[in-house]
Protein backbone atom coordinates (compact mmCIF):
# COMPACT_ATOMS: atom_id res chain seq x y z
CA UNK A 1 0.00 0.00 0.00
CA UNK A 2 1.44 3.39 -1.11
CA UNK A 3 1.68 5.84 1.66
CA UNK A 4 3.06 8.79 -0.64
CA UNK A 5 4.04 10.09 -3.74
CA UNK A 6 7.58 9.43 -2.56
CA UNK A 7 6.57 5.53 -2.41
CA UNK A 8 5.28 5.95 -6.34
CA UNK A 9 8.12 7.45 -8.10
CA UNK A 10 9.88 4.85 -6.86
CA UNK A 11 7.50 1.95 -7.82
CA UNK A 12 7.63 3.96 -10.83
CA UNK A 13 11.39 4.00 -11.24
CA UNK A 14 11.36 0.31 -10.74
CA UNK A 15 8.26 -0.38 -13.69
CA UNK A 16 9.44 2.53 -15.81
CA UNK A 17 10.59 3.89 -18.06
CA UNK A 18 7.23 4.17 -20.95
CA UNK A 19 7.55 6.17 -23.77
CA UNK A 20 5.88 9.25 -23.33
CA UNK A 21 4.11 11.41 -25.97
CA UNK A 22 4.10 15.06 -25.52
CA UNK A 23 1.87 17.09 -27.83
CA UNK A 24 1.99 20.73 -28.34
CA UNK A 25 5.69 20.26 -26.16
CA UNK A 26 6.69 23.93 -26.13
CA UNK A 27 5.90 24.68 -22.12
CA UNK A 28 8.28 25.15 -19.67
CA UNK A 29 6.41 23.41 -16.81
CA UNK A 30 5.67 20.93 -18.68
CA UNK A 31 8.96 20.16 -20.39
CA UNK A 32 10.88 20.56 -16.56
CA UNK A 33 8.31 17.87 -15.23
CA UNK A 34 9.12 15.88 -18.80
CA UNK A 35 13.28 16.04 -17.49
CA UNK A 36 12.23 14.97 -14.42
CA UNK A 37 10.86 12.30 -15.56
CA UNK A 38 13.64 11.22 -17.64
CA UNK A 39 16.21 11.87 -15.20
CA UNK A 40 14.46 9.59 -12.83
CA UNK A 41 14.42 6.97 -15.94
CA UNK A 42 10.63 7.16 -15.17
CA UNK A 43 9.72 8.26 -18.68
CA UNK A 44 11.22 8.11 -22.44
CA UNK A 45 10.09 11.42 -23.83
CA UNK A 46 8.79 11.78 -27.49
CA UNK A 47 8.24 16.00 -28.01
CA UNK A 48 5.49 16.94 -30.46
CA UNK A 49 5.51 20.30 -31.62
CA UNK A 50 7.94 23.80 -32.54
CA UNK A 51 11.38 22.77 -32.47
CA UNK A 52 12.92 26.05 -31.83
CA UNK A 53 10.76 26.41 -29.26
CA UNK A 54 11.62 23.23 -27.85
CA UNK A 55 14.78 23.71 -28.30
CA UNK A 56 14.96 27.12 -27.09
CA UNK A 57 13.47 26.01 -23.41
CA UNK A 58 15.12 23.10 -23.61
CA UNK A 59 18.20 25.31 -23.35
CA UNK A 60 16.82 27.54 -20.33
CA UNK A 61 16.06 24.81 -17.77
CA UNK A 62 18.96 22.71 -18.68
CA UNK A 63 17.29 19.72 -20.07
CA UNK A 64 19.77 17.96 -22.63
CA UNK A 65 17.66 16.84 -25.70
CA UNK A 66 20.43 15.56 -28.18
CA UNK A 67 18.87 11.86 -27.58
CA UNK A 68 15.59 13.12 -27.49
CA UNK A 69 13.09 12.54 -30.70
CA UNK A 70 11.32 15.84 -31.68
CA UNK A 71 8.76 15.71 -34.33
CA UNK A 72 8.73 19.58 -35.63
CA UNK A 73 5.00 20.81 -36.07
CA UNK A 74 3.95 24.41 -35.56
CA UNK A 75 0.27 23.60 -36.16
CA UNK A 76 -1.02 22.60 -33.04
CA UNK A 77 -4.41 20.44 -33.77
CA UNK A 78 -1.94 18.59 -36.34
CA UNK A 79 0.64 18.14 -33.14
CA UNK A 80 -2.00 16.67 -31.18
CA UNK A 81 -2.89 14.57 -33.95
CA UNK A 82 0.46 13.64 -34.70
CA UNK A 83 0.91 12.86 -30.70
CA UNK A 84 -1.88 10.63 -30.46
CA UNK A 85 -0.83 8.88 -33.14
CA UNK A 86 1.82 7.23 -31.77
CA UNK A 87 -0.55 6.28 -29.00
CA UNK A 88 -2.71 4.75 -30.64
CA UNK A 89 -0.45 3.20 -33.15
CA UNK A 90 2.09 1.25 -30.08
CA UNK A 91 4.87 3.29 -30.49
CA UNK A 92 4.42 5.61 -27.44
CA UNK A 93 2.71 3.85 -24.10
CA UNK A 94 1.17 7.69 -22.63
CA UNK A 95 -0.05 10.69 -24.33
CA UNK A 96 0.61 13.77 -22.13
CA UNK A 97 -0.66 17.38 -22.99
CA UNK A 98 1.60 20.35 -23.96
CA UNK A 99 0.73 23.99 -24.68
CA UNK A 100 -2.94 23.52 -25.85
CA UNK A 101 -6.50 23.35 -25.03
CA UNK A 102 -7.96 19.95 -23.48
CA UNK A 103 -10.69 20.04 -25.97
CA UNK A 104 -7.91 20.26 -29.06
CA UNK A 105 -6.13 17.40 -27.77
CA UNK A 106 -9.44 15.73 -26.27
CA UNK A 107 -10.63 16.02 -30.00
CA UNK A 108 -7.90 13.62 -31.26
CA UNK A 109 -8.17 11.15 -28.21
CA UNK A 110 -12.28 10.64 -29.41
CA UNK A 111 -11.13 10.13 -33.08
CA UNK A 112 -12.41 7.26 -34.65
CA UNK A 113 -9.51 7.15 -37.01
CA UNK A 114 -6.38 7.85 -34.65
CA UNK A 115 -8.17 8.18 -31.19
CA UNK A 116 -7.69 6.16 -27.84
CA UNK A 117 -11.83 5.07 -27.13
CA UNK A 118 -12.21 1.71 -25.92
CA UNK A 119 -16.01 1.80 -26.29
CA UNK A 120 -15.50 2.12 -22.01
CA UNK A 121 -16.88 5.71 -20.37
CA UNK A 122 -13.73 7.97 -20.24
CA UNK A 123 -13.04 9.75 -16.91
CA UNK A 124 -10.26 11.62 -14.92
CA UNK A 125 -8.81 10.55 -11.52
CA UNK A 126 -7.13 12.22 -9.06
CA UNK A 127 -4.26 11.08 -6.97
CA UNK A 128 -4.07 12.61 -3.32
CA UNK A 129 -1.61 12.50 -0.69
CA UNK A 130 -2.51 14.77 2.06
CA UNK A 131 -1.46 15.02 5.87
CA UNK A 132 -4.24 14.03 7.45
CA UNK A 133 -4.88 10.21 5.74
CA UNK A 134 -2.98 7.28 6.83
CA UNK A 135 -2.32 6.73 2.58
CA UNK A 136 -2.96 7.98 -0.88
CA UNK A 137 -5.92 8.11 -2.04
CA UNK A 138 -8.18 8.53 -5.34
CA UNK A 139 -11.15 11.20 -6.11
CA UNK A 140 -13.40 10.43 -9.35
CA UNK A 141 -14.63 12.41 -11.31
CA UNK A 142 -13.49 15.66 -11.08
CA UNK A 143 -13.25 17.27 -14.68
CA UNK A 144 -15.14 14.88 -17.37
CA UNK A 145 -18.33 13.30 -16.52
CA UNK A 146 -20.88 16.22 -15.64
CA UNK A 147 -23.97 14.25 -13.67
CA UNK A 148 -23.38 10.62 -14.21
CA UNK A 149 -26.27 7.87 -14.46
CA UNK A 150 -26.14 4.71 -12.29
CA UNK A 151 -24.18 2.47 -15.69
CA UNK A 152 -21.87 5.88 -16.02
CA UNK A 153 -20.82 5.53 -12.71
CA UNK A 154 -20.13 2.04 -12.35
CA UNK A 155 -17.66 2.60 -15.59
CA UNK A 156 -16.08 5.19 -13.72
CA UNK A 157 -15.56 3.24 -10.51
CA UNK A 158 -14.30 -0.05 -12.94
CA UNK A 159 -11.48 2.47 -14.42
CA UNK A 160 -10.31 3.99 -11.15
CA UNK A 161 -10.08 0.63 -9.90
CA UNK A 162 -7.83 -0.48 -12.58
CA UNK A 163 -5.05 2.72 -11.84
CA UNK A 164 -5.52 1.72 -7.93
CA UNK A 165 -4.36 -2.06 -9.11
CA UNK A 166 -1.55 -0.45 -10.70
CA UNK A 167 -0.52 1.43 -7.51
CA UNK A 168 -0.75 -2.44 -5.57
CA UNK A 169 -3.92 -1.90 -4.43
CA UNK A 170 -4.92 -5.36 -4.83
CA UNK A 171 -8.87 -5.01 -3.72
CA UNK A 172 -9.45 -0.83 -3.15
CA UNK A 173 -12.35 -0.14 -0.93
CA UNK A 174 -14.79 2.41 -2.99
CA UNK A 175 -16.80 4.11 -1.01
CA UNK A 176 -19.71 6.06 -2.96
CA UNK A 177 -19.98 9.67 -1.79
CA UNK A 178 -23.43 11.40 -1.44
CA UNK A 179 -24.41 14.23 1.39
CA UNK A 180 -25.84 11.63 3.62
CA UNK A 181 -25.39 8.31 5.03
CA UNK A 182 -28.86 6.87 4.48
CA UNK A 183 -30.66 6.12 1.61
CA UNK A 184 -33.44 8.62 0.77
CA UNK A 185 -35.53 8.54 -2.63
CA UNK A 186 -35.22 12.46 -2.53
CA UNK A 187 -31.46 12.31 -3.02
CA UNK A 188 -30.04 10.52 -5.98
CA UNK A 189 -26.48 10.21 -5.07
CA UNK A 190 -27.54 8.11 -2.04
CA UNK A 191 -30.17 5.68 -4.32
CA UNK A 192 -27.28 5.48 -6.66
CA UNK A 193 -24.58 4.64 -3.39
CA UNK A 194 -26.96 1.67 -2.53
CA UNK A 195 -27.25 0.19 -5.56
CA UNK A 196 -23.26 0.40 -6.34
CA UNK A 197 -22.86 -1.13 -3.63
CA UNK A 198 -25.68 -4.16 -4.41
CA UNK A 199 -24.08 -4.73 -7.97
CA UNK A 200 -20.67 -5.47 -6.01
CA UNK A 201 -22.20 -7.84 -3.93
CA UNK A 202 -23.70 -9.06 -7.00
CA UNK A 203 -20.57 -9.64 -9.06
CA UNK A 204 -20.95 -6.88 -11.80
CA UNK A 205 -18.93 -4.84 -10.39
CA UNK A 206 -15.32 -7.05 -9.75
CA UNK A 207 -11.54 -6.67 -8.46
CA UNK A 208 -13.17 -4.21 -5.34
CA UNK A 209 -15.36 -3.70 -2.32
CA UNK A 210 -18.07 -0.95 -2.94
CA UNK A 211 -19.87 0.49 0.02
CA UNK A 212 -21.81 3.58 0.08
CA UNK A 213 -23.95 5.96 0.55
CA UNK A 214 -20.65 7.51 2.86
CA UNK A 215 -20.92 11.15 3.87
CA UNK A 216 -17.21 12.48 3.32
CA UNK A 217 -16.69 12.64 6.79
CA UNK A 218 -17.11 8.87 7.74
CA UNK A 219 -15.69 7.16 4.08
CA UNK A 220 -12.22 8.74 5.81
CA UNK A 221 -12.35 8.87 9.49
CA UNK A 222 -13.31 5.70 11.29
CA UNK A 223 -13.73 7.52 14.16
CA UNK A 224 -16.75 9.55 12.33
CA UNK A 225 -18.25 6.03 11.28
CA UNK A 226 -18.22 4.67 14.82
CA UNK A 227 -20.00 7.77 16.10
CA UNK A 228 -22.85 7.58 13.36
CA UNK A 229 -23.52 3.65 13.70
CA UNK A 230 -21.30 2.50 10.65
CA UNK A 231 -20.50 -1.01 10.29
CA UNK A 232 -18.30 -1.05 7.50
CA UNK A 233 -14.81 -2.38 5.70
CA UNK A 234 -14.58 1.11 3.75
CA UNK A 235 -15.69 3.44 6.14
CA UNK A 236 -12.49 5.25 7.03
CA UNK A 237 -10.50 3.50 5.34
CA UNK A 238 -11.85 4.17 1.31
CA UNK A 239 -8.92 4.36 -1.09
CA UNK A 240 -11.27 5.49 -4.11
CA UNK A 241 -13.99 8.13 -3.51
CA UNK A 242 -16.60 8.24 -6.01
CA UNK A 243 -18.07 11.91 -6.34
CA UNK A 244 -21.64 12.07 -6.94
CA UNK A 245 -21.37 14.61 -9.93
CA UNK A 246 -18.62 16.86 -11.44
CA UNK A 247 -19.67 19.99 -9.08
CA UNK A 248 -18.91 17.79 -5.83
CA UNK A 249 -15.64 15.98 -7.59
CA UNK A 250 -14.55 19.73 -8.39
CA UNK A 251 -15.14 20.92 -5.23
CA UNK A 252 -13.60 18.04 -3.73
CA UNK A 253 -10.62 18.12 -5.49
CA UNK A 254 -9.85 22.11 -5.62
CA UNK A 255 -10.17 22.09 -1.64
CA UNK A 256 -7.77 19.11 -1.26
CA UNK A 257 -5.13 21.01 -3.68
CA UNK A 258 -5.64 24.54 -2.24
CA UNK A 259 -6.93 24.47 1.20
CA UNK A 260 -5.21 20.58 2.24
CA UNK A 261 -1.53 21.25 1.47
CA UNK A 262 -2.36 18.21 -0.34
CA UNK A 263 0.25 16.54 -3.32
CA UNK A 264 -1.84 15.50 -6.32
CA UNK A 265 -1.34 14.18 -10.06
CA UNK A 266 -4.43 13.48 -12.50
CA UNK A 267 -4.87 11.07 -14.94
CA UNK A 268 -7.67 10.16 -17.87
CA UNK A 269 -8.03 7.18 -17.93
CA UNK A 270 -10.92 4.41 -19.53
CA UNK A 271 -9.15 4.88 -22.94
CA UNK A 272 -6.56 2.34 -24.59
CA UNK A 273 -3.51 4.45 -22.85
CA UNK A 274 -3.26 6.74 -20.12
CA UNK A 275 -3.72 10.13 -21.04
CA UNK A 276 -1.67 13.19 -18.70
CA UNK A 277 -3.67 16.00 -18.95
CA UNK A 278 -2.50 18.31 -15.79
CA UNK A 279 -3.88 22.45 -15.55
CA UNK A 280 -1.92 25.42 -16.01
CA UNK A 281 -2.28 25.65 -12.19
CA UNK A 282 -0.90 22.28 -11.73
CA UNK A 283 2.74 23.08 -10.37
CA UNK A 284 5.88 21.47 -11.54
CA UNK A 285 5.97 18.38 -9.14
CA UNK A 286 2.10 17.49 -9.83
CA UNK A 287 2.77 17.21 -13.08
CA UNK A 288 5.60 14.71 -12.35
CA UNK A 289 3.56 13.02 -10.05
CA UNK A 290 0.84 12.55 -12.61
CA UNK A 291 3.96 11.21 -15.30
CA UNK A 292 4.82 8.78 -12.73
CA UNK A 293 1.06 7.61 -12.34
CA UNK A 294 0.45 6.92 -16.31
CA UNK A 295 3.89 4.97 -15.92
CA UNK A 296 2.51 2.93 -13.26
CA UNK A 297 -0.80 1.89 -15.04
CA UNK A 298 0.72 1.96 -18.36
CA UNK A 299 2.70 -0.93 -16.82
CA UNK A 300 -0.05 -2.64 -15.70
Known amino acids: MAK?????????????????????????DVLSAVKNAAELKIAEPILVGDKEKILVIGKEINFDLSGIEIIHEEDGATACRIATELVSSGKADVLMK?????????????????????????????????????????V?????????????????????????????????????????????????????AKELADMNKNGEILGCLVDGPFALDNAVSKESAILKGIDSEVAGDADILLAPDIEAGNVLYKCLSFLANAKSAGLIVGTKAPIVLTSRADNEESKLNSIALAVLMASR
Open 140 to 192: TDAAMNIAPNLEQKKEIIENAVVLAQSLDIERPKVAVLAAKEKVSPKMEATVH
Open 4 to 28: SFENLLELAQKRGPKKVSVAVAQDK
Open 98 to 138: GLIDTSVIMKQVLDSEIGLRTGNVISHVAVFDVPTYHKVFI
